[in-house]
């Protein structure tokens, strides 16, 4: 199965909002609950009340600052999942065959029952997407919780992954990046989605939406409304007394 | 990348192993009966114990087998396939020896086996664009030259042994220079990564989670600059710097002894910073290399 | 937000077959098959719906049940206020749940306190044990008994059993966390952030967010700023440090702390300057067009002008004559004059006018001191002047006011606000929320299209709430609500001789407004037996001997302080809590509680509900799961000793115990007639009804099968100017949230302010003593003022030359995350974070330690950069550091080696300034601790083994932890 699949024309992916994720870890643990009960093996923690905690995130949210050329550094947020690309070298770098692109809508995903844990996988992805499962020795991923988009025992609106659902700011959105009629594709088309290390040739599905322009600088059109119209106290209220006299039925 | 014990002994033994059944299949030296048993030994305890030992980083070395399969897009998959067809084909070729006779043909086509083993392993780790350092020519090439040169050494050829060890010092030093810098040339950056590189300079500044985790262990080692340094004056000497000069005089059972040591070492060394040196692009994710 | 579900969904199983077909298309060897998988796996057995308690949010949660057993949470769709969304923490309840920390059973203290050293008893010795404690000390003096509450999500039950006790010293954590903001609120406008008002996300244009603010209302706050951001609405961040929340804001204003209230004083002058104000909004609905006793030499000055039905008297436009401002059809003049009986009067608009335009409020004057450049001041003023006036927003809706008048629209200046703790959090904190609802006001932004909104019950102005009662006689009640909104020195809380009733000394001339006490103060106090020694210190969830308490170290001190006999100091301790915090080691008895997954509990219209906007509602908890451990409700446990104690209230007639758990209560308890601590499905004269009616017994499970909480909407026509508008004063005392209408207006000047500051210009009766007099005339203004932090007065500010601040991690919550096994993960140890030219100054490098020295102490903690960050300021999340021993981890967690605690750094007594006086590290004006004022000095340090100051570690009767967590219920 390590031999990519022909590309699908569906190809279910999130788009990430950079202008308004907040950073909150909403859907690390959104995502680390529902897989531990889910697909595969649980995620496992090792030393979980101990000195050196350390456990299986599917999703991890890391911060960035970002200095300008002007202007205050700013700070992103940054969630990173499996980008579920087309050309996933996860996938065919697999020597048993357990690290899959599914044909029919191109999730990455990975057979448990057949994986020897070489780490392969995860030395060819670039994004650090994958993780060794230290309790069950197999290699743990983003599944785009395929067992949440289709399944049949939830309700149709819940049929959407864990990170989506739970994301509080909405930064998070899911949906058919194959389809450039889909919500998410107008999305990436409008606010300029992008996507993660081009140069490393994987196409990813995923796409990132960057931060709008921040701090505005100080040169103003908007001046003149501040022009003033008194300049102590008594100059305001004779002021706002002519404004009302000009008003109908004023100058009572 | 942590230079992980399994996988540093796997490569160095198992590349000496195959690089000597290499020149016992061309029949360099065709020993039979007892000495035979010997070279054999030497190069199986190399090639299959380098083997088992990389099934130590397995999560499940119980499903090994199911590593053979994927052929067709796997150079791990490749390289296990070789190397048991290799090692199976050596087989016959040592029972052979053993009972007294050089077979030609198959000699060669284990030798054969040999060149594609030890070259899928190269290509493991020479195919990762997601390391840099490693993605050039130079990394089959120091895997050949380390391993025929290795394998020369043990099998008593050398001319041969000068010669690749010569190259392989040289292909060790190139390896080096060019490496050193490409990460930085290979275009991807924090800004790249991110994707936030037209806004500004991009600095990593709060991890994803403060502790440790998966990643942070197999992919980020940071060896200091000082360390390194020594370590590859360290491993150069032993691995060319002491073999070289006692070929260059004279073969003897002390002097070979000693150049196969030092060798074995050197190499062990080499494959430290090999793994240790190497890194991946995952870790501009967490600011570090 | 959520990917809408588009025609990927379509894929039948058919097309999975089909894709699976296609994998195989390359005809290859081996053949490419695609494992078959389970795409529709059974989810769970059965969602119960409850309400989640990992922070204050109160978001409501389905868990999902596999074999009885907690197997995943999400949030629930319908619920008002997460409408499906969960954070971090609510996600990681499972974590909590499961908890090694977890108390297991009642437990005595066997070893000296603070040792840890414990013996598990049975409830019938811990409740005898308590009542023997307790029963005597009410028949005797029942002040002797100080019950506070921490992070309490009942304090409408637990005042009442503190009423019925008898004592005067019961309050929960609010003087620690954000009395400045709900008090400033609601004197100003009847209302204040979160659980008071939020923005009106659908509508606003621009939304300027004041200081730290991810922890309260965390989940409506995110789901607000997406919903911004979907409709390309602006957002401005003012906070030192620029994470979270303030990484997405539009432009971001690193105020230097402190400094708030003067760049929002900066804000006013400029719009007031420029006219950009809403006259007439100011004119009907705030007392700005109130007039003013403005004779220095009267006992009158400064108060309001009143009828002689003491109404507040205006200028009615239509007259010109004074008419009391809620006269039907009178239109107030805002600029209001009246000479009477030779005193001239004039309406707080011409204070106003000339305070705020005075020079010295220009951004040029202040913009060193705020740390914001004018020219960005003026930007940002010009910014709101121009959404609010050149970007109204009209509603077609009618409505009337409550003085009759018909107004066509709903005209809305669509800027919004939100505070919380970061501007709140200072000795000037009280002013500055005031400052920043004035700001609100100025441009009519509250409670119209776009603005903020009120969530009912709030709107409710200080009159409508109670008074602070303290009146205390032996083996009775107390005679009233401990906490509530004074109106003058009349309604402090001093004993006869003149000194605090309480032994916080909530409500008195040092804090007069200290609406929520002042917990914080409560150790400290019952230590120096001042105003008075107690007996007992009962409480619950407040972990007083670590992050809830300044000065952490000399609290740990007075609580295992002997006397010369060999006593305890204060001499009992009794706390509840569910797990094993570092404040279970100092007590003599603790009564664990369950997790919040096994208990019932009430999120009531008579405490701090869930509603929203345009919606009253309530909300339970319920145990989904039953405790496996001997844990009772620490409210049920209440409702038992209150029936032992034979408290008013809690006994029947006959004298035995009314209500048999916290449930009983929940569903019978009457507060008013009618009206009970759940407003929905009570019992009607034509059976179930909702807001007013009968106790029903089958209330809770009604609740339960309408997903945990009850909604009632605010009509459409009620839904703004709520203060003012009849139909939503008529719909609220059909709710039964008043009794009847009580439209009032905003009050730019809160004349209680000034009847304090008039007491200490020597008028009336009561009398603050000397030494405060000044302190009273500066603080207590009527009009929003700024002065700077108290501590700038009391340490060289050369010297401590940084601010020093923390932050509520979005993913933790309190000492409370800690525990839990994903999210400790993700804030296991914290670093103090470095602005760029300090880093640089002192040649910082990644992995260094630093030594930071406040006027009380020093730590080494470990040190981090920040670019983003005010350069005057340092900070790190709050309550990250744990002691060693507590919360069931391991000795050498990160939490304890590498983690620390500011707490170290802050006294709740500023330094001596040679006055012979100790003045309190607090708001002046409420008593809320001064938590952000604090100043350090910082050092290069080599890197010590741990963070100092090393504690000594809790010796902890720990359970065995996992050393390997594979937490899976459903069976594969």
Known sequence: MTQLPPPSDVKLGLVIDLDTCVGCHACVVACKGWNTENYGAALSDSDPYGADPSGTFLNRVHSYEVQPETGPAQQVHFPKSCLHCEDAPCVTVCPTGASYKRAEDGIVLVNEDACIGCSLCAWACPYGARELDAAAGVMKKCTLCVDRIYNENLPEVDRTPACVRTCPSGARHFGDLGDPESAVSQLVAERGGFDLMPEQGTKPVNKYLPPRPRDADEIDILAPLLAPVATDGKGLVAWIDRALSALPGGAR | MHPAPSVIAFTTFSGLGFGLLFWLGLGLPAPTGLVALGFYVIAYVGAVGGLLASTFHLGRPERAAKALTQWRTSWLSREGIAAIVTLLLGGVLALAALFGSYLAPLGWLVSLGCLVTVGTTAMIYAQLRTVPRWRHWTTPALFFTLSLGGGALLANQGAAALALLTLGAVVQFIAWVTGDTRFDRSGTTTGSATGLGDLGEVRAFLPPHSGPNYLLREFVYVVGRKHAFYLRLIGMVLAFGVPLPILAVELTHLTAGVAVLSHVLGVLCLRWLFFAQAEHVVGLYYGKR | MDGPPEKRLELTPKDHAAGAARADRNHCWPPMTQPVIDLSPKVSDEIRKTTCYMCACRCGIDVHMKDGKVAYIEGNRDHPVNQGVLCAKGSAGIMQHNAPSRLRAPMKRTGP???????????????????????????????????????????????????????????????????????????????????????????????????VAEDHDSNPIKMGIGKLKARGARMVGVNPVRTGYNAVADDWFGVTPGNDGLLILALVHCLMTAGKIDTDYLARFTNASVLVNQDPKSPEYGLFLRDDDLQPLVIDRNTGKPAPWNGQGVEPLLTGKLRQRGTTHVSVFHLMADRYTDPVHAPENVADRVGIPAARI???????????????????????????????????????????????????????????????????????????????????????????????????????????????????????????????KAFTWENPLSAH????????????????????????????????????????????????????????????????????????????????????????????????????????????????????????????????????????????????????????????????????????????????GDPNDSQIDAYIANGGFWIKHVPEGAAYYKPFNRAYQDWAVETGLYDAPAPYIFQLYVEPLRRFQLAAEGHGDRQPPDHLRGQIKVTMDPLPIWYPPFEDGHVDPAEYNLHALTQRPAAMYHSWGGQNAWLRQIHGHNPLYVPTAVWEKHKFKDGDWARVTSAHGSITVPVAHQASLNPNTVWTWNAIGKRKGAWALDKNAPEATKGFLLNHLIHELLPPKGDGLRWSNSDPVTGQAAWFDLRVKIERSGAPAESQPVLLALDMPNPDTPKTLRWKVGKP
């Open chain 3, 378 to 504: 003026r930007r940002l003023a010009a910014d709101i002047a121009d959404v609010a006036f050149n970007q109204e927003i009209v509603l077609d809706r009618e409505w009337t006011d409550f003085r009759g008048k018909v107004h066509a629209t709903m005209v809305g200046r669509p800027v919004s606000f939100h505070a919380m703790r970061g501007i709140s959090a200072h000795s000037n904190g009280f002013q500055t929320c005031r400052a920043l609802h004035m700001l609100q006001i100025l441009i009519g932004s509250v409670e119209t299209p776009g603005g903020m909104r009120f969530k009912p019950p709030y709107p409710k102005p200080a009159t409508a709430h109670p008074k602070p009662h303290c009146k205390v006689v032996p083996g009775q009640a107390l005679n009233g609500p401990h906490l509530g909104y004074p109106q003058g020195p009349d309604d402090l809380c001093l004993a006869p001789d003149g000194g605090p009733a309480r032994i916080d």
């Open chain 3, 517 to 692: 006490g002042l917990m914080h103060m409560v150790i400290s106090n019952a230590h120096a037996g001042d105003p008075y020694k107690i007996d007992t210190l009962f409480m619950f969830m407040a972990n007083m001997s670590w992050n809830s308490s300044m000065n952490t170290r000399g609290v740990m001190k007075m609580l295992t302080d002997t006397d010369e006999n060999g006593d305890y100091v204060i001499p009992r301790i009794i706390y509840a809590d569910a797990y094993r915090s570092e404040m279970v080691a100092y007590a003599d008895l603790i009564l664990p509680d369950t997790t919040y997954l096994e208990r019932h509990d009430c999120i009531s219209l008579l405490d701090r509900p869930i509603c929203e906007a345009d919606a009253a509602a309530d909300a339970i908890r319920w145990p989904v799961v039953e405790p496996d451990r001997d844990v009772r409700g620490f409210q049920s446990v209440l409702c038992d000793l209150g029936g032992r104690l034979g408290l008013p209230g809690f006994v029947n007639a006959d004298g035995s115990t009314k209500y048999a758990n916290y449930a009983d209560y929940i569903q019978q308890h009457l507060r008013r007639p009618g009206i009970g601590p759940l407003a929905g499905w009570r019992v009607g004269e034509h059976g179930l009804q909702h807001g007013r």
């Open chain 3, 113 to 211: 306190r603070g040792s840890g050293q414990y013996e598990e008893i049975s409830w019938d010795e811990a409740l005898d044990l308590a009542v023997s404690w307790l029963k005597p000390i009410r028949d005797t003096a029942p002040e002797k008994l100080a019950f506070f509450t921490g992070r309490d999500q009942s304090q409408s039950f637990t005042g009442l059993w503190a009423q019925g006790f008898g004592t005067p010293n019961y309050a929960a954590h609010g003087g620690f966390c954000s009395v400045n903001m709900a008090a400033a609120g609601i004197y100003t406008m009847g209302g204040a952030f979160w659980e008071f008002g939020q923005p009106d996300w659908d509508r606003t244009k621009l939304f300027l967010l004041f200081g």
